[in-house]
């Protein structure tokens, strides 16, 4: 495996894998690892590690978290099989520059020729040849609501997935098991569609204007004071869009002399804010204690480069679930740190608010922190809520700058009524004001699916509380068999490959929902089953078989 496969994922300076059960060296980091308590049933016993830096007394409930090493002899496999695709797309870009083979790619001109190529690096020769194979995969259109199910629309290809067309025909009431649609509030019937069609009869769907302008309505005004009273804190303010709402604020918050320090697995919206900022940008390992210190403490000790001045301000930069590995973040021991080095915590709540905490209010409520530990709290509407949009929230003289300075504030016309609606609707049934339960259904769901998968012997990725799942294929060919023959099956799943995720580290992703039913998680389990034809054609035994004799 490589070096970046290797350290990527891990939660370890020193010891990136513990093989075949031997101990974590130095750092005391494994990638299988849980906090103090453990006694899950369904755990192998090999996955059981205490993690020796970690302080539990920071902690109130078990944390659990399981990123199992991939096996040799699937590593070894996965890079012969890329080793195979990239022969022959070698073979095959040969054959399309000598017309051999039709080129449906956008290529130089004749006259261009002396030019440096525009296309040139690995992922363009990915794309081509790799991604091409399997493109059917993704941007799949859908016609209906993203709910528990969802209506598909199908396509062919005929020639190779470089263009499809639509057959005409709808593939109904497939079960979704990718749309982040934690609680189900991604309806078209109900009290949030109804109360957002209203406020649209009211104020229509669009505002024409910034909230400094003509576009700040009373839904904006309801909505923020929501936000605020929903997280705990002393003033909110929500934006049009959540990439937007971390890419145009960290520059707000930081600029030339700062330090962000960066989880390496944080999303692009937060990477894009970051550089946009010109602050300073240092990357500690995925959810390591031990090297997010290791930076705090270099940044305390030795300063700004070559002048040595202290940081004006450094800021940490964390989720509070990973999407991609349905990892939790290590909140209490990131507040230690943050508090023990006088840093700022910019939180990202996108896929943990509504869906974490016994009160559905996120990570912090899950770890039952105090929300003023974390100095900026921001999240996203179009996860939970079934909206669209993000917020930050904080102290009011953080917000009230913000209003002033954020491009995204100042610059961009105002959330539409009805998503603000749609937003209000669905925070104030999640803050229990109707009698409903909705996160406990999810968390069970949540713990349901996982065991099951685990009970099959699959390797699955991230914190048993996640409900994002991410089943481990590894190998390319399995990314596209396994998304194509769930389907048939009448199950959407997302799978995911490189650049995405790194190259031998493939996977199928799960999102559980509030919305599937027993009944629904019950009809996406047999078909992987041993004896199953997809389990034969995907070849997922190989991994039960390996992922079981480390
Ligand atoms: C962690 C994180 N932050 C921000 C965003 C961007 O949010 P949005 O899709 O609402 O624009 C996403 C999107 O998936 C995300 O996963």
């Not at 902690?59 to 022969?87: D, N, R």
């Not at 690995?122 to 399997?134: A, Q």
């Not at 508090?339 to 990202?348: G, M, T, V």
């Not at 922190?369 to 900026?376: A, E, Q, R, T």
Request: with cysteine; hydrophobic share 35%.
């Amino acid at each position: 495996m490589t070096e970046s496969s290797a350290t990527k994922l891990l939660n370890g300076d020193a010891c990136h894998r513990t093989l075949h059960g031997k101990n974590a060296s130095k750092n005391g980091y494994v990638k299988n690892h849980c906090l103090f308590q453990q006694s899950q049933k369904y755990r192998r016993a090999r996955e059981k590690r205490q993690n020796a830096t970690t302080n539990p007394s920071l902690y109130q409930k078990p944390f659990v978290e399981s990123f199992e090493e991939t096996p040799l002899l699937v590593a070894v496999l996965t890079y012969m099989g890329y080793g195979i695709l990239t022969l022959f797309g070698y073979l095959r870009d040969f054959l399309r520059h000598w017309n051999i083979e039709k080129c449906h790619v956008a290529r130089e001109r004749e006259q261009q020729k002396d030019f440096v190529p525009l296309y040139q690096d690995f992922e363009n020769f990915y794309t081509r040849n790799l991604y091409m194979r399997i493109r059917d995969n993704w941007n799949r259109p859908i016609c209906s609501v993203p709910g528990a199910k969802m209506d598909v629309v199908e396509r062919v290809t005929h020639n190779y997935n470089w263009t499809f067309e639509h057959t005409g025909t709808v593939v109904k009431d497939v079960i979704n098991m990718g749309s982040y649609n934690y609680l189900g509030f991604a309806e078209n019937t109900g009290a949030c569609a109804d109360a957002a069609v209203e406020v649209t009869h009211a104020y229509g769907a669009g505002v024409g204007s910034t909230r400094c302008e003509m576009g700040n309505l009373d839904v904006h005004e309801e909505l923020e004071l929501l936000i605020a009273r929903f997280l705990g804190v002393e003033s909110s303010m929500a934006f049009g869009m959540g990439f937007a709402t971390n890419s145009m604020n960290i520059p707000a918050l930081t600029g030339k002399g700062c330090l962000i320090l960066s989880d390496e697995l944080n999303h692009a919206s937060l990477v894009l804010g970051a550089r946009l900022s010109g602050s300073t940008i240092r990357v500690f390992k995925h959810n390591n204690m031990q090297s997010l210190e290791k930076l705090l403490r270099d940044a305390i000790v030795h300063g700004q480069p070559r002048t040595h001045r202290p940081w004006k301000k450094i800021l940490i930069v964390v989720e509070g679930i990973y999407s991609m590995e349905g990892s939790i973040v290590r909140l209490p021991e990131i507040v230690a740190l943050k508090k023990r080095y006088k840093a700022y915590l910019y939180l990202d709540e996108a896929h943990s608010i509504g869906a974490l905490g016994p009160q559905g209010r996120g990570v912090v409520n899950y770890f039952g922190l105090d929300p003023k530990d974390v100095d900026i709290m921001m999240g996203t509407f179009t996860k939970s809520f079934g909206a669209a949009g993000g917020y930050i929230g904080g102290r009011k003289e953080l917000i009230d700058y913000l209003r002033c300075h954020s491009h995204s504030a100042v610059y961009a016309t105002s959330m539409s009524p009805p998503v603000a609606q749609q937003i209000i609707t669905s925070m104030k049934i999640i803050m229990g004001e109707d009698g409903t339960s909705l996160g406990v259904q999810l968390s069970e769901n949540t713990n349901y699916f996982r065991r099951k998968l685990l009970d099959m012997g699959f390797i699955i990725y991230g914190n048993d509380d996640s409900p994002v799942v991410p089943l481990m294929l590894y190998m390319p060919a399995k990314i596209g068999a396994f998304g194509r023959e769930m389907l048939k099956r009448n199950i959407g799943t997302v799978v995911v490959g490189f650049p995405a995720t790194p190259i031998i580290e493939s996977r199928a992703r799960f999102c559980v929902s509030a919305a599937h039913t027993k009944e629904m998680l019950d009809t996406v389990t047999p078909p992987l089953k041993k004896q199953q034809a997809i389990h034969r054609l995907v070849s997922l035994e190989v991994q039960k078989h390996l992922g079981s004799s480390q």
